[in-house]
């Protein structure tokens, strides 16, 4: 079966405009995470979200990123007024229950804020 | 709040030799440590996690709780082993939390 995937793959944006970032997760899986990547930073948690449960929203650096969870199962990770210092490759993860099962990763987005 | 500690952005090493990448973390509970390796365009893959004290691809990796420390460690390191390797923590409530990589080249 297809594994995570992600959209758009790249990303070129002008500062101060909002982007949304696409994650379908693999099928059946209730676990979704999102990651950013940054250059020299490695990979820092934004987001967490498990099955209907409210959403861990602890690693979001302000409140201009936010993200949603549809019906359990595709994500947008929205970032309002994006700003130079936002550009990186924004990972999401999912895994069957979340816990002790293993994450399984997408492709990436890389986002480019000029 | 746990803290993953990766002190090495970039190791070096000739092929056969060994290599350790070092990992340090802290948390108040009963961590769970990973390593995830990403090789070139390729996505972010699980590479072991210490309760299953499995070894992959030649690589071992060992709990040590009172040094606080799950170094990753390979006796002999290959070509195909060059890669960015990220160290993780899953706390009790489930929140992973990843080091800044460490960059592993394997010299010819």
């Known amino acids: 079966g297809a594994g995570v995937s992600q959209s758009p793959s790249n990303k070129v944006t002008e500062k101060g405009k909002d982007v949304e970032l696409r994650c379908d997760p693999i099928?059946?899986?209730?676990?979704l995470y999102w990651y950013r990547q940054s250059l020299g930073q490695g990979l820092e948690f934004l987001i967490y979200?498990?099955?209907?449960?409210?959403?861990?929203k602890s690693g979001l650096p302000s409140d201009r990123f936010s993200a949603e969870r549809t019906g359990g199962s595709v994500s947008t990770l929205t970032i309002q007024r994006t700003q130079q210092e936002d550009s990186a490759v924004y990972l999401c993860?999912?895994?069957?229950?979340?816990?002790?099962?293993?994450?399984?990763f997408g492709p990436g987005t890389r986002l480019l804020v000029l | 709040a746990q803290r993953v500690t990766q002190p090495e952005k970039l190791l070096s090493v000739f092929k056969g030799a060994p290599v350790e990448l070092k990992c340090n973390y802290s948390?108040?509970?009963?961590?769970?440590l990973f390593w995830y390796v990403q090789y070139s365009r390729q996505r972010l893959q699980l590479l072991l996690r210490?309760?299953s004290r499995e070894s992959i691809k030649g690589f071992t990796a060992d709990l040590n709780k009172g040094e606080t420390s799950f170094h990753l460690k390979k006796p002999f390191a290959q070509e195909e082993d060059s890669a960015m390797y990220y160290c993780?923590?899953?706390?009790?409530?489930?929140?992973?939390?990843f080091g800044a990589g460490t960059r592993l080249t394997v010299k010819p």
């Open positions: 948390y108040s509970g009963s961590p769970e």
């Open positions: 210490h309760i």
């Open positions: 979200f498990q099955g209907n449960s409210a959403p861990d």
């Open positions: 099928s059946g899986h209730t676990a």
């Open positions: 993780a923590l899953r706390s009790n409530n489930n929140d992973m939390r």
């Open positions: 993860a999912s895994s069957l229950r979340g816990g002790k099962e293993t994450q399984y």
